[in-house]
Nanobody, 121 residues
Framework: QVHLVESGGGLVQAGGSLRLSCVAS????????MGWFRQAPGKDREFVAA??????RYADSAKGRFTISRDNAKNTMYLQMNSLKPEDTAVYYC????????????????WGQGTQVTVSS
């Protein structure tokens, strides 16, 4: 069982930056593929980025602006978000799975409660 807790969301102006964190419980954090997803009001949940032993993957909307990273010693994953746009406004969720990188949400076994990111224009 893995328990995930996100933090770092908030209100930022367009063009600004935020860094999200996801702290995981358990002693096997390093073995999990970790992902970030987001859900805007009235929209489906969408993939943002994922990081596993084979590397990382980003949604087209995140490429060049967002960076996913992890610190296994701290059981923590990060999402550095730069050049934020109003369309990035959403609840951001971290997720974990035991397999390789996946972009579908239903491939992930564990989810955090989410952190709100609001980008004003």
């Amino acid at each position: 069982q893995v328990h995930l807790v996100e933090s770092g969301g908030g209100l930022v102006q367009a063009g600004g930056s935020l860094r999200l964190s996801c702290v995981a419980s358990g002693r096997t954090f390093s073995t999990y593929t970790m992902g970030w997803f987001r859900q805007a009001p009235g929209k489906d949940r969408e993939f943002v980025a994922a990081l596993g032993w084979s590397g990382s993957r980003y949604a087209d909307s995140a490429k060049g602006r967002f960076t996913i990273s992890r610190d296994n010693a701290k059981n923590t994953m990060y999402l550095q978000m730069n050049s934020l746009k109003p369309e990035d406004t959403a609840v951001y969720y971290c997720a974990a799975r035991g397999g390789s990188i996946a972009t579908r949400g239903d491939a992930y076994d564990y989810w955090g409660q989410g952190t709100q990111v609001t980008v004003s224009s």
